[in-house]
């Protein structure tokens, strides 16, 4: 039997080439020919007003923090099962998290909790497009604008995923990207701020220049730039921009190959997963999903960790996660508790992913499969 990795970074076409390239422009650090070229296809293939490479999607989730003016003692409404970085980057400007349930099928933030946790002082919603698959948009942008409320979607999950045909991502003033190793698209450590807001599009590239009007001097707007606000340095070097456009280039195959895995898994583990009692991923009619990662809920923790375990002793690397933010020590610290969010409670210790990258090819796909299949419960 060969080892099944759980993840496995790779190279899909003109990642060295491209990299190459950009040590020929004399230009490696952020905002060089590569970086432009990945704004112009994010904002051309999604649809967007303005997209800016961040170092990561922390970073982005950072400077929509920032853009949105979050101050001690403002509450952003947040789904308790996501990861940590959802929650930190408002909490690190003094924000209150208000954690809301996820809907136990897509594990998207359950809107029809909304209404009833929005206070005076709810400056943002972040909703989280759990697995690639669209939360409830239509639902979440008529409460936030009837109640005056940002929406930034964490999208770090959801590039080219659709609710209702029109792109995640395009749906909040902002939203944020992801491009880490384990995400569809990668340069490593990556990520990009969506700006559909246009009004927060010139602050963004401040923030995201150290506070500095730069962006304008470089396009001769201003003759000669200055300290003009608060921000830190988000811009990746254009190496990395380089490898991420390369990616960015095989959009098509990568997604196709990712459809096919995840196809794969689905067909052939529902017949074991219906008369076992296990619930594989529910993606509505209305949403195309971005087939970011294929996970499966066990009936209980012992026989999710048991599964893990079996997986482990075949050389077969599987994983679980996001703990309840509202159990964890932080989330403890701001009055949280045991039986304040019951179906994360519930899902966070049932659920595992399986093995899902770029070329996982069939033959270790079928390795997965067969092991899984033959799991005694
Ligand atoms: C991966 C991830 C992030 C963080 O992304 P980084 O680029 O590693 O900062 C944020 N939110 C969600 C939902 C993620 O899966």
């Known amino acids: 039997m060969i080892k099944v990795d759980f993840n496995r970074p790779i190279t899909v076409g003109n990642e060295f080439e491209y990299m190459r390239q950009a040590m020929q422009n004399v230009h490696i650090s952020g905002d060089g020919a590569f970086t432009k070229k990945c704004h112009a296809f994010l904002e051309s293939e999604l649809g967007v007003n303005k997209a800016l490479l961040t170092t990561s999607c922390t970073h982005a989730l950072e400077m929509s923090a920032i853009l949105l003016d979050i101050k001690p003692g403002d509450e952003v409404i947040i789904p308790d099962f996501t990861f940590v970085s959802t929650v930190n980057a408002f909490v690190l400007r003094g924000a209150k998290p208000v ?3 996820v809907h136990p099928d897509t594990l998207n933030l359950d809107e029809s909790k909304l209404e009833s946790v929005i206070t005076p002082r709810t400056k943002a919603i972040v909703p989280v497009h759990y697995a690639g698959v669209g939360c409830e948009m239509d639902v979440i942008m008529e409460i936030a ?3 005056k409320i940002a929406v930034v979607e964490d999208n770090a999950h959801g590039l080219f ?3 209702k045909g029109k792109y995640l991502g395009t749906f909040g003033a902002l939203a944020t990207q992801s491009f880490h190793e384990t995400k569809n698209f990668s340069c490593g450590e990556g990520g990009a701020l969506l ?9 963004a590239e401040i923030i995201r220049e150290k506070g500095t ?6 396009r001769g707007q201003v003759d000669k730039y200055t300290w003009v606000d608060i921000g830190s340095s988000y811009l990746p070097s254009d190496l990395l921009a380089a490898f991420l456009f390369a990616q960015f280039e095989q959009r098509e195959k990568i997604q196709s190959h990712r459809k096919n895995v995840w196809n794969m898994y689905n067909a052939a583990l529902k017949g074991w997963a219906e008369k076992n009692g296990v619930q594989l991923p529910v993606v509505p009619e209305d949403r195309e999903q971005a087939y970011h990662m294929f996970y499966m809920l066990l009936p209980n923790l012992d026989l999710r960790q048991k599964l893990i375990m079996y997986l482990r002793e075949r050389d077969i690397y599987s994983v679980f996660h996001y703990l309840p933010l509202h159990l964890s020590d932080m989330g403890q610290s701001f009055g949280y508790q045991a039986g304040d969010c019951s179906v994360t409670e519930r899902v966070s210790d049932q659920l595992i992913r399986l093995p899902f990258y770029n070329d996982l090819s069939s033959a270790d796909q079928e390795q997965v499969i067969d092991a899984i299949t033959e799991f005694n419960f």
Not at 195 to 203: C, T, V
Not at 213 to 218: A, C, G, L, V
């Open 161 to 163: 995923g659709k609710y």
């Open 213 to 218: 009007n730069r962006s304008r001097f470089f």
């Open 145 to 147: 604008n009837r109640h």
């Open 99 to 101: 954690f809301v349930d």
């Open 195 to 203: 700006i559909n807001d246009p009004f927060l599009a010139e602050r």
